[in-house]
Structure formats: C-alpha cells, structure tokens
C-alpha cells in the first residue's frame, strides 16, 4: 500500500485546485491514479469486465459514448439482455438433473 501512496501523493497536490474545469481536474486525478497503479500494482490497472459484451454490444457501446443517445443506450442493454437470455437458455437446456 505504501508503494502505491507514495506515487499518488506526490502527483494529486501538483493537480490545481482552482482556475480549471471542474471536468479538466478530474481527468488529471484520475490518470494520476492509473499512473500510480500502473508503477505499484503488479497487473497494473484492471479493465472493467462487462458479461456478455460481444462486438455488436461494444461499438453500440461506443456509438453511444460519442452521442448520448439514449435510443442506443436502450439498444445497448436490449443486446446484453438478450446475450444473457440465450446463454441462460443454453445452460438450462443442458443441465442434466440425475446427478443433483
């Protein structure tokens, strides 16, 4: 833990306070954060893990980062909903209850 403060400690207080977008300062704090990961954590920063997310769901995902439209936002869950309707299916469809 002391590995990982130290960086984070000499980064965060050169960030300004004032006189910058609150959304600017953010995005300082947070690539300090993952810089300081990346120097102290072995596997560095992990990716947020999305079930079912295929290639279909991504570049809806990314579509809608760019947009904002919650027409895609909608679109979006409807596939990951569907994904994990069809993944439950399959796994019901193959259970096989003589060893419960």
Known sequence: ?????????KRIPIIPRYG???DEAYSRFTRAMSKAAHSTIPMGLCIMYVPFMDDEAQ???????????????????????AARRARSE???????????
């Open 1 to 9: 833990m002391d590995k990982f403060s130290a960086p984070s400690e």
């Open 20 to 22: 910058i977008p609150v």
């Open 59 to 81: 570049e809806l995902l990314d579509k809608y980062e760019k947009s904002g439209d919650p027409d895609i936002a909608d679109h979006l869950i409807e596939s990951l909903d």
């Open 90 to 100: 399959e796994l019901t469809a193959r259970m096989n209850f003589t060893y419960s």
